[in-house]
């Protein structure tokens, strides 16, 4: 999991209730990631930021929204509004903006809603 | 349409046998491919990564092979160990964009006793 951290593990939550997802990385990496992983399909790109103060949306970017006010931090809310919230966030980061470099994932959060 | 298909979806070996994995891509303009393991329940790790330069990398008993003109690659590993047991997922990305990746769907590997 390298240097970037997804706390917490597991989160339950009621529906309709928004919930915050954290990961940090101490990689000095200037772009940071979110991705969902449902079974049987590849990870999905929620939200990505190349550097602070900056981000853009993803192929699913509806229903979540973040933040990158630090370089090493990179929240995810996910709002009411997201209609299948339950799944596997994962969080990378990447030393520079393309994606011709590695990407670093942290350990994930499985999020539960009910 | 962009897209990475793998197979088997799924693979049962015994220990100490080797095994390989496929992954066929339609993603264009190529710019690199990956290969990552996942623990269930963790982030994947990354275990190659490879340019269209490159046609075979290795990873101690992890082997991934590149043919950029038929756009198929495979990772072969090799006398396998319990440990080898997660999903495998073939990754692609494309040229001059700051994020795509295209995520094939994985093999989940299961190796017995």
């Known amino acids: 999991d390298g240097g970037i951290t997804q706390s917490p593990k597991y989160l339950f939550r009621k529906e309709g209730q928004n919930v915050t997802l954290s990961c940090e990385q101490n990689l000095n990496h200037d772009a940071m990631y979110w991705y969902r992983q449902d079974p049987g399909q590849g990870l999905r790109l929620i939200y990505y930021s190349q550097i602070v103060n900056d981000f853009q949306k993803g192929d699913i970017a509806e229903g979540y929204s973040v933040s990158r006010e630090k370089k090493e931090s990179f929240p995810l809310t996910v709002t009411s509004a997201q209609k299948n919230p339950t799944a596997f966030y994962l969080c990378?980061?990447?030393?520079?903006?393309?994606?011709?470099?590695?990407?670093?994932f942290g350990p994930g959060t499985r999020l539960t809603v009910t | 349409k962009n897209q990475v298909e793998q197979s088997p979806q799924s693979l049962i070996i015994l220990e100490g046998k080797n095994c390989t994995l496929q992954?066929?891509?339609?993603?264009?303009?190529?710019?690199?491919l990956r290969w990552y393991k996942q623990d269930t329940g963790r982030g994947p790790v990354s275990l190659t990564i490879?340019?269209?330069?490159?046609n075979t990398k290795s990873n101690g008993r992890y082997t991934a092979t590149l043919d950029a003109d038929t756009k198929q690659s495979s990772l072969h590993i090799t006398a396998s160990q319990l440990s080898d047991s997660a999903s495998y997922i073939c990754v692609v990305s494309i040229t001059g964009t700051a994020s795509k990746l295209t995520f094939g769907t994985g093999t989940r590997l299961q190796v017995t006793l």
């Open positions: 490879m340019t269209f330069s490159e």
């Open positions: 992954c066929n891509y339609t993603v264009s303009p190529f710019s690199n």
């Open positions: 990378a980061s990447s030393m520079y903006r393309t994606s011709s470099y590695e990407q670093y």
